[in-house]
Every structure is written in structure tokens, then in C-alpha cells.
């Protein structure tokens, strides 16, 4: 089971930070991505932390947001988000291999 949580109501430029804790160990040996859906589209990468900790994100996030990992809390995933976009609204989703969370919503206003 995937939690996230840290979504919320910012204006254009702010940041959020978001949180994906896993129930197990299951990010120990996997790779965890953040994925977003906006309203009336699909669900869209944004970006991956592999196994050993290589970065990955799409080219609309890149330099502005960062995924991380806890190295002490082995089951919990971060994604920091800078310089929000009002583009940046969504629901957002950590995924790992065979389990989705449930979403958090972020809206960035104008």
C-alpha cells in the first residue's frame, strides 16, 4: 500500500513537497515514480527514482522539481516541487511495481 500526502493550494511559484510512504519494504529494491493527471487528460510520467537512486523527470519539471529518497526511512519517497506552474494541477500519483497510491491533489493558482 502506497500513502502519499503534502498536496494542497499554492499560487503560482510556490512549492510543495510531497510524501509517498509504503506499508513494507517494497521501494528497497524498486524503482518509485511520481506520476500527475490533470483534469480531462491522462496520467503523465514526471519523475522516477531507480533502485540505486538514478533521476529521471520530464522535460516540463526538469530543474524544478527534485524526487528523493529517505535513506533512513527506507519506505518513504519525496518529491519536491518548485516554481509551481498553474499547468502544474493535478492529481498525483507515487508507483511503484504493482502498487498505485491513491492521490493527492495539488492546485496551482494563477
Known amino acids: 500500500q502506497l500513502v502519499e500526502s503534502g498536496g494542497g493550494l499554492v499560487q503560482a511559484g510556490g512549492s510543495l513537497r510531497l510524501s509517498c510512504v509504503a506499508s513494507g519494504n517494497v521501494f528497497s529494491f524498486n524503482a518509485v515514480a511520481w506520476y500527475r493527471q490533470a483534469p480531462g487528460k491522462e496520467r503523465e510520467f514526471v519523475a522516477e527514482t531507480t533502485h540505486s537512486g538514478t533521476t529521471h523527470y520530464a522535460d516540463s519539471v526538469k530543474g524544478r522539481f527534485t524526487i528523493s529518497r529517505d535513506n533512513a526511512k527506507k519506505n518513504s519517497v519525496y518529491l519536491q516541487m518548485n516554481s509551481l506552474k498553474p499547468e502544474g494541477t493535478a492529481v498525483y500519483y507515487c508507483?511503484?511495481?504493482?502498487?498505485w497510491g491513491q492521490g493527492t491533489q495539488v492546485t496551482v493558482s494563477s
Open positions: 508507483h511503484t511495481i504493482g502498487y
